[in-house]
């Protein structure tokens, strides 16, 4: 298992995340990751760590990032070592685009090989990364959001929950799930998601279950 956290709304969405993350701890991890989109200039921020979440908290005490729109992620590794490269967020080939992801692609030999003939250059061994760069390519085709998913998730095969920030759609904060589990808190301006409504416990009264295949 491994855990997914996200937060948009009117407070920044660091501090919610990383504490989402350390209340799932006990799902068990090896590596962790965050991204926002910084308010100030809209790009994309990450920062990961290839052990524990301890360390991604320094980290991003000394080099801080925080956004209105974030995500987190606590890996166990399904296809690749456990190490820094492999550590989510994962990016499309500009990093215009961020992935975090709890599940299994099944379909990522096949799905890998296709990207790298149409020019895609991969930095990890995940099959995570394929999500990325194969949104990439539908959005480039669809030019929006709602019909690159659809074309997105038409190819992928597997379990998947995950949660993606795009550059470009600064405010917005992409879910989907197919057999794995995502959970959305509704709070006053705000909301959470995650793998197990426990990160977010106490902190709004409406959740709702996301269907599967949403
Ligand atoms: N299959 C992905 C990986 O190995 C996600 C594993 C997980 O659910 O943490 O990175």
Redesign the pocket.
Known sequence: ???VVGYVGADYSRKFVLEGLSRLEYRG?DSAGFACIDPDDNLLMYAKSDCKLRSLCARLEKEPIDGFVGIG????????VSSQQ???P?FDCEKLISVV?????ENHHVLKHELEAAGHTFH?E???EIIAHLFEDSLSTYNELHGALVDLVGRLQGAYAFISLVQNYPDTIILVRKR?PLCIGIGQGEMFVASDMLAFAGKCRNVVFMPDES
Do not use: K, L, Q, V
Not at 73 to 80: C, D, E, L, Q, Y
Not at 101 to 105: C, K, M, Q, T
């Open positions: 298992m491994c855990s991890y992620h606590t890996r166990w590794a399904t296809h690749g492999n550590a989510h994962h992801h709890n599940g299994i692609i990890s995940t099959d995570t794995s």
